[in-house]
């Protein structure tokens, strides 16, 4: 049985993933409710970059609409509940990804006719337009958001009540339920990458023409990555409104998706797990920048420059044993440019 | 035609064509250089800083303006040298990655050394009138001169790019790139005034607005967005395609902002409402429909 590029190549990545799943299901236990808050955040942040990992990682689209699906799934949940009556967890999780996800498909039907830069600045639009249409009119509470009622943990008729633990263990139902979908997606996605359907998107990413003439069409598998990945955007979303009770425009802005982006390349562009690195690093940057200075975007602007210039392959992508592939990445970055003809060039011209 | 729909129609005019000197940077950046530069905004805003900072210090828009595109070709040379030239083989992703940390650092920076507050640069006194147009409409003097700043740069633009021989390997270095190289033209001087002359436009276009919008954190951020809207409607990498570009999308979104509120009391004005603010959105959506490559595009 063969692994995708994606995935662990050997059981020990998959038992560093368990031991990692195993410290944060103890971790509560051991941290001030505060911390437990921060990991839910940071979990709800790593369930956005995985799904965007599909497209990025699986697909090699970088798609800057992704933050919209994001915010329309936690928007779906204040339109269904606003505040006062909540509805159960049941409901407006699937009608969170369903809402997300047919976003997700009728925008990629519209801008995977487009590659590459256009590509890019084509969902940055639709991104946009979607967050234009919430800050704008008065549909979602304009500009300044809206409260929602969280939705209820309920199953089979058995309601659970958060206010009914002890104040200190009140942060626990959402974050072991941020722990669980957080499982969840991984595991989904792993199992999407290693299907047919994964390796046609890895094959659309080193070569779509190839894939073309190999008799797929592409243009229907890409529409499928982008949906899925809207799709689990919306569940991200979905977790959001459970986690915080609140909503607002800047959910969906165009931010979201870059910094989903930034944690993907942070924590490395060539593993699933990447995301989920990058988006607990991200967090845990933003953290310790806010307890030194009161200049956060700062330091984290900073830090993603160097990222970008030097960890070409994030963290996942260290290897403690060759050194020397630091020095090299840091020497190549400061050579002149060689006279071959450019990638986006290249792009561009194989698109004419 | 009404007075309002002539001023509103002016309106557009007017940011159509600063929309045109943000966009004109963006497009050649990527088709000289295959850059995708997010930080564009913030040039913009930095542009209405500087002209903010300078009239504040001297009190003249006049010095303001030629201070402000100075420092914007600097500004831009040392991007391109220390920055981006170490980006032109990378991917997409990097070029995304580097240029939204490059708006996180300005925007930190611009908090940093002027705070959050939004302040107002005064029209210039020699402008501070209004031009009689019809016997019952005026139009602000300094609306129209930016209106005919703009103009003259394009046409300068245009002749630079055109009719010159730098404009010539410009051209030709968008098109086929190793060609130029083979010739012994450096490109990389090419690269430098490239990135350098479309920062300054963006530079110079926030600080012909700073007098006409007040000048606030994050000003360029909305506009940014827009203006890739214009290259995509206009057609990757061409000039004349983003100034037609730019004057029709800044007509509808001028118009569509206007008269959209106005729709509300109408049925279904919600939507009619929703669906004026997205009216930019809804052109490219049609052009992307039609003609993929943008209205000037090269042919698929």
Known sequence: MSSSHM?????????????????????????????????????????????????????????????????????????????????????????????????????????????????????????????????????????????????????????????????????????????????????????????????????????????????????????????????????????????????????????????????????????????????????????????????????QGLVVLLAVIVLRHGIAGIRLRDPRRWLQSIRSSGKWPNLTVRKPVQEARQND | MSAALLSQLLNGLQYGLLLFLIASGLTLVFGVLGIINLAHGSLFMIGAYIVFFVVSKVGSLWIAIPVAVICGLALGALLERFLFRHFYDREHLDQVLLTFALILIFEEVRSLLVGNDFHSVPVPAILDFSVPITGTFSYAAYRLFVIAMCLVVAAVLFYWIERTKMGAIIRAAAEKPEIVDILGIDARRIHLVVFAVGAALAVMAGGLAAPLTSVYPNMGSGLLIISFVVVVVGGLGSVSGAFWAALLIGLIDTLGKAYGSSLVSLPLGQVLAALASMSVYIVMVAILLFRPTGLFGRRA
């Open chain 1, 7 to 299: 995935l662990p190549q050997s059981w020990i990545g998959w038992c560093a993933l368990a031991v990692g799943a195993l410290v944060l299901a103890i971790l509560p236990f051991y941290v001030p409710s505060y911390y437990v808050g921060l990991t839910t955040v940071a979990m709800i942040a790593a369930m956005l970059a995985l799904s965007v990992h599909l497209l990025v990682g699986g697909a090699g689209m970088v798609s800057l609409c992704h933050g919209a699906f994001y915010g329309v799934g936690a928007y779906t949940v204040f339109f269904l509940s606003p505040e006062g009556s909540p509805q159960p967890t049941w409901l407006t999780l699937p009608a969170a990804m369903l809402v997300s996800g047919l976003c997700a498909l009728v925008v990629g039907a519209l801008s995977i006719r487009t590659k590459g830069f256009f590509f890019l600045m084509v969902t940055l639009a639709f991104g946009q337009m979607l967050f234009t249409v919430l800050h704008d009119t008065k549909l979602g509470g304009g500009t300044d958001g809206a409260y929602l009622a969280k939705p209820i943990l309920s199953l089979f008729g058995y309601t659970f009540d958060p206010m009914s633990l002890p104040r200190s263990q009140r942060s626990f139902p959402a974050y072991y339920v941020a722990l669980g979908q957080l499982v969840v997606t991984y595991l989904a996605l792993a199992f999407l990458l290693r299907s047919l359907f994964g390796r046609v998107l890895h094959g659309i990413k080193l070569n779509e023409h190839r894939m073309e003439a190999l008799g797929y069409n592409t243009g229907l598998y890409k529409l499928g990555a982008f949906t899925i990945a809207g799709v689990f955007a919306g569940a991200a979303g979905h977790m959001w409104s459970l986690q915080s009770g609140f909503v607002n425009p800047e959910l969906l802005a165009w931010h979201k998706s870059a910094e989903a982006l930034l944690m993907i390349l942070l924590g490395g562009i060539n593993s699933l797990a990447g995301a989920i690195i990058g988006a607990f690093a991200f967090t845990a940057l933003g953290e310790v920048a806010l307890s030194l200075t009161d200049r956060k975007l700062l330091v």
